[in-house]
């Protein structure tokens, strides 16, 4: 086959483009190349121009050497001033089309410089640099809880010296930032970094700087149509780039949807805790719906700001009983022990401390965490009733979505034989699991109408329960239909008379704020809960194991019981007093409730917990102490 003849022009311009390409640094680097040819060209002229041609000119003296008029040339193409004083028509000539060309190479620097700094800016903004942070806090993956997540990492990293939060996902990195900082505007000692790139991918994993991460979370992506997918895919990206990645540090991960656990734990090659988000809130829904103000209690504990839970060692409390060391401590609450990586909550109280054994305790910080002289309660105080027998309940459920069945499932384990749960929804639902202690009715009509609603005679129901239908319909409108129904339901109770117990799932807390007007006993805003559980577990692995304790029926679990079932109203008693009366029940006393007509009812709606042991406390009727025990 005959090559095909190329020409020099050609050759020329292929190479150009090639060489064009390279960047910045190759551009300056043909402009100093041409620069300099320039000058030995004009510089050369001159100086043959002197020495052939006009000798006598005034020009520079006829000894000089042409180094020097290479000089001059340099300085008339880098200074047009300078060809101002020069004598002699043919030197200024050339001095001329050297200054003409000095304009031309000194504008083209301008130029490349400016386009060099403005491609910087663009890369810059294009969030695409290697993060250089160590110990910090490494974010995949975006979704509206990055917002709850950022704030109490925020909080949580007061007590420690500047830190910082990365932030990676398929996002514009100046538009992260203006997000997060609208909806956080303090994060105090706490550096955000934000950057864009696919959570998917280890190459931009990397990016992220996850070796040097003291905790990682992954978020499932608000805007894909298997977000549980992406989630697991990153988990691969993450656990596969380097040997052992999350050997030593904290590695939690959102999952939408149970069903996908097992696959996700075997990406995650056992590193990875996984909060199955839906789950977690159909677990609280019903526990919440049987006792009013429940889910301000968990907020209370899952967030960072006010009092959590930690996890201590106490060496001089070894050999001690487990309520000798609640009593030692003056400022946090003893609920439980960590024997052999098992979790105890609420063990018996003659339990003892074995060494080497960690303590589970609810304090405002761990820097607040002591042990202090015993408490001292005070049995004239103490009244215990013994607590009625359960007797069958009757639940109204409005609207449905493929949690149900968790909620169903978990309801049916608190709840007496004989029960029953109206379930009112227009969707379709898959089939209803079978329960021995509840019986369920379906009824297939839509809960947003208000004719529906008045023929279920609700104010026979004890419980009534508004879950969205956010496998229907998008978030916003999910919503809408929920605060729809709470409206219509606070209509009810003004014409009818009746006091209902609502407990209600929001996806948005902006929507629980003005959802608060219908005066409903609970908000259970599901984003924001589980938000605060990956902060908590991102700061501290053993917090997983404690939440699938606390969070099902079995074992101990948080109630709110009246009161007067512990201590006699309207004495003072202390704190310490209303746990030794819990101890008598085979509780665990960690704080207490004001009843609603309280005029200490604040933003906690009257909950405090971990209370100082020597606190003076006078209750009243309505109020509750809030209690670890078993059902």
Known sequence: MQREKVSLRARWSYWFDGWMSRGTGAIMGLLAITTALFVVVLGGIAWLVKLLIDPNSAAPDAGQTPWEYLWITLMRTLDASSVAGDDGWWFRLLMLLATIGG??????????????FNAKVAQLRLGRSKVLEREHTLILGWNNKIFTIVRELAVANESRGRTAIVILANQDKVEMEEAIHAAVPQLGNTKLVCRTGDPKLARDIEIGNPQFARSIILLAPSEVDEPDNEVIK????????????????????????????????????NTIDWITGQDFIDRIIAQSCRQSGLSVVYRELLAFEGHEFYFTNQPSLVGKTFFEAQLAFATSTLVGIVSEGVVLVNPPATTVINEGEDLIVIAEDDSTISIADPAVFDDTGINIQKRAPLTPEHVAILGGNRGLNRILSELND??????????????????????????????????????????????????II???????????????????????????????GVQLAIVSEMLDDANRELAEITEADDFIVSDQLVALALAQVSEDQQIKRLYDVLFTAEGSEIYLRPAENYVKLGVEVSFATTLEAARRCEETAIGYRLGKYSNQADKHYGVQINPPKAEPLVFQPGDSIIVLAED
């Open 466 to 496: 508004v879950i969205p239908d956010k496998d229907t319909y998008p978030p916003a409108k999910a919503d809408d239909r929920t605060l729809v129904i709470l409206l219509m339901l606070r209509d009810l109770e003004l014409k009818q």
């Open 103 to 116: 304009l031309v190479i000194v504008a083209s620097l301008i130029g490349i410089i400016a386009g060099a």
């Open 234 to 269: 990153s988990a691969l990206a993450l656990t596969n780039q380097t040997e052992c990645l999350a050997c030593n540090k904290n590695i939690v991960a959102e999952l939408l949807n149970e069903a996908n656990l097992s696959v996700a734990q075997l990406a995650g090659q």
């Open 414 to 463: 608190y709840v007496a034989a004989g029960s029953s749960v109206r379930l009112v929804t227009d969707v379709k639902i898959p089939d209803l699991p079978s329960l021995n202690n509840l019986a369920i009715e379906m009824i297939s009509l839509d809960p947003t109408q208000h004719s529906t609603l008045e023929q279920l005679g609700l104010d026979s129901t004890e419980h």
